[in-house]
């Protein structure tokens, strides 16, 4: 094991440990385990927490570095964990810069040791060379102050069929649940000739699917030269990288739709059938208090525009269950909306306070309540996932193998088929015998 990356979280994450990957194997480090943390959930924390322990039990002389948003968050935190080396920022993590030199024990000059005795005149020391790593012993800046994100061309994804590509960074926004602006800074996007840069290496490596990551991608190019929107650069990198099969999208706020990403969903076969609504509930009363920019008429709109402009698109969507003053009534109407609109891949969390967010101020609905909610939206969804699977029976599928036997159409359904002999990142054509659980049963006809 010379670097091993752990990411929790986001694709936004996913993309970003291998740029870390990539700094830390070309800064020579061995024997290193970095984990890229999230900050959305307690129970996140929790677990990168736990991994982080056993890591260093299992590993009692590797350098373990934090990082990610809940590092950037609460870096002293990590700081004071026994196990950990190093605690680095957001920022940080995609600097070069960052993994130049470290962990190696600096020789300090004269001046610096005068300097370092007159500060610590009061205490005994007798390991400098320790003082001054556990001074640099954490590296996060303020997250507000960045303006820019760090152009990094990354080759390849260990293991994936589908790359990620950063496209934008940071949100604008502060819904009243959310944690991710302290963590991620105020929203910022990729140059266009870079992202065309990126997609292009990624597809000469032989990828046949892009997944654009952001945390707001609809926020896109607001604070680039001429302000092109996401439609408008989704088209010119199609039109740019006319080879790449495939490009998807990740989660859409419905409000903040521009006139090209709609022409583009309607007449570009490229552009999968499948938008993630970043949706959270469903119930204009609980919008209003997480301060999002939609109500629920127009998640009902969103949807009959996508469908009637391409039929066969699906909808997935992230829900929170139980945010703060959610009664039964509120929670009906979210439940009824996955039903309403067809939202046929359900990312459900149970509300989890965020310290230093507003609605962790609000009355509390009781966790247990939370939990029978969200399993309640998870049943409404794989309902509709079930009833959608049903519909492809007997149709022909493009698929893109992930691993042995397994793939995923353009929609986003998982597929099992028989031809386990067949590479990760091929693209096949199945014809659809059969539904089971969450999968779609099919026969290779076309490699
Ligand atoms: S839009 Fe809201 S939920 Fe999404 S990252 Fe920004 S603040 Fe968080």
């Not at 986001?10 to 070309?26: D, F, G, P, W």
């Not at 293991?159 to 649940?177: E, I, L, S």
């Not at 650069?233 to 740019?240: D, I, Q, V």
């Not at 009781?366 to 519909?391: C, F, I």
Request: hydrophobic share 40%; aromatic share 6%; glycine share 6%.
């Amino acid at each position: 094991m010379t670097i091993d990356v752990q990411t929790f979280g986001c694709r936004l994450n996913t993309y970003e440990s291998e740029v870390i990957r990539s700094h830390a194997q070309k800064a020579g480090l061995e024997q290193v385990i970095v984990f890229n943390t999230c900050a959305v959930t307690a129970e996140a924390e929790r677990q990168a927490r736990q991994a982080i322990r056993k890591a260093r039990k299992k590993n009692p002389n590797a350098k373990i570095i934090v990082t990610g948003c809940s590092a950037q968050i609460k870096p002293d935190e990590y700081a004071k964990m026994p196990e950990v080396d190093k605690v680095i920022g957001n920022q940080e993590k995609m600097l070069a810069e960052s993994y130049d030199g470290m962990f190696q024990i600096k020789h300090t000059n004269a001046a610096e040791t005068e300097m370092f005795h007159v500060k610590h005149s009061e205490r005994n020391i007798s390991n400098f060379s320790q003082v001054i790593a556990d001074e640099e012993k954490v590296q996060v800046n303020d997250i507000m102050s960045v303006k820019e994100t760090a152009s990094h061309l990354v080759s390849g994804f260990e293991g994936k069929a589908r790359a990620f590509v950063q496209v934008q960074n940071g949100c604008n926004h502060r819904c009243t649940f959310c944690i991710i602006p302290y963590g991620r800074g105020n929203s910022r996007s990729v140059p266009m000739g870079e992202i065309v840069e990126q997609v292009r290496l990624l597809v000469r490596e032989g990828y046949k699917e892009i997944a654009m990551t952001g945390v707001d991608i609809t926020d896109y190019g607001k604070d680039l030269p001429g302000q092109p929107t996401l439609g408008q650069m989704c088209r010119r990198l199609l039109a740019l990288v006319p080879e790449l099969p495939r490009l998807r999208l990740s989660s859409l706020d419905p409000v903040e739709m521009d006139e090209d990403l709609w022409q583009l969903i309607a007449n570009e076969p490229r552009l999968t059938p499948h938008l993630h609504i970043s949706l959270q509930a469903g119930d204009d009363m609980v919008l209003k208090r997480m301060k999002r920019r939609h109500l629920r008429h127009h998640v009902v709109e969103f949807c009959a525009r996508a469908r009637a402009l391409r039929p066969e698109i699906v909808f997935g969507a992230d829900i929170i269950a139980g945010f703060p003053t959610e009664t039964d009534e509120m929670f009906e109407n979210t439940l009824r909306l996955v039903s309403e609109v067809d939202i046929i891949y359900t990312h459900i969390f149970p509300y989890s306070a965020r310290t230093g967010t507003p609605a962790a101020k609000m009355p509390q609905v009781p966790l247990a309540v939370r939990k029978a909610r969200a399993a309640k939206l998870r049943e409404a969804g794989a309902k509709q996932l079930s009833a959608y699977l049903q519909t492809r029976i007997g149709q022909v599928e493009e698929v893109l193998v992930e691993q042995a036997g397994i793939g995923r159409t353009s929609a986003y359904a998982s597929v099992k088929f028989d031809a386990k002999e067949i590479p990760a990142g091929t693209m096949i054509h199945t014809k659809i015998i059969g539904a089971e659980g969450e999968n779609l049963l099919g026969e290779v006809v076309a490699c």
